[in-house]
């Protein structure tokens, strides 16, 4: 049914109670504000343009997906600054220095990303495709890369714990590890 021809009111007021819920227990202890997330499926819901077939299962997984979308979004803003003042610990440190941090840092994570890529391509068996399944902007399901590297969905957090394992390991021995931590013996 056309969402524009639907009777809209009656199906806001009936979605209502069940999206404020499920944003709020998706929010809880992620830093996602439940307010935005409610807009955000709601916004999801006129793209749509359609009224889904089942109202509430769609609910429910446009809710986990946006909560999905707002964390990474999180994780990768940084507040404009924030590198600088960590890196030179000034209060001036918002605006921009003449020291040239900034093509170092670049340099730096360039070099960073190749020594991942590259230690990920060389781990064993199925453990490549399932990294790069992983970090894929698509933002997979454990049922969607389940399904594109035919293995079952159970199986896909031991394989990948084994191969976070491997890589790990492996970074580790090319990567110069950070100063120990605690006390030293």
């Not at 998706?26 to 307010?35: F, H, I, K, L």
């Not at 730096?108 to 060389?122: C, D, F, I, W, Y």
């Not at 049922?143 to 580790?172: D, H, N, T, Y």
């Amino acid at each position: 049914m056309d969402l524009l021809k639907a009777d809209l009111p009656d199906l806001l007021e009936t979605l209502r109670p069940l999206l404020s819920a499920e944003a709020a227990a998706e929010t809880a202890g992620t830093g996602v504000d439940a307010d935005d997330l409610e807009q955000a499926v709601w916004v999801r819901l006129l793209e749509h343009r359609r009224i889904p077939a089942e109202p509430a299962d769609w609910l429910r997984r446009a809710v986990r997906g946006e909560a999905r979308r707002a964390r990474r979004r999180a994780r990768r803003e940084v507040p404009y600054g924030h590198r600088q003042h960590a890196a030179h610990g000034g209060p001036g440190a918002g605006t921009r220095t003449s020291t040239g941090a900034e093509p170092e840092d670049a340099l730096l994570h360039g070099e960073e990303n190749r020594a991942l890529r590259s230690a990920v391509a060389r781990l064993p068996g199925r453990c490549p495709e399932l990294m790069r399944a992983l970090l894929s902007p698509r933002d997979l399901t454990y049922r969607e890369i389940a399904g594109e590297l035919g293995i079952s969905q159970g199986s896909l957090g031991p394989v990948r714990s084994r191969c976070l394992g491997c890589l790990r390991r492996m970074l580790a021995v090319e990567v110069a590890a950070p100063a120990l931590r605690g006390m030293e013996r």
